[in-house]
């Protein structure tokens, strides 16, 4: 296993994390905004 695998692949991790992490706070904000209407309506 070279460095220039491992950069690689941190990178790819890197970017997926990154999009994992827009996705779920997305996800908590819309399950908050439900949360919120559940308890009020």
Avoid: P
Wanted: proline content about 0%.
């Amino acid at each position: 296993m070279t460095l220039e695998y491992w950069s690689y692949k941190f990178n790819a991790l890197n970017k997926d994390y990154v999009k994992f992490n827009k996705f779920f706070y997305l996800n908590q904000c819309i399950n908050h905004h439900r949360d919120q209407r559940k308890r009020t309506g």
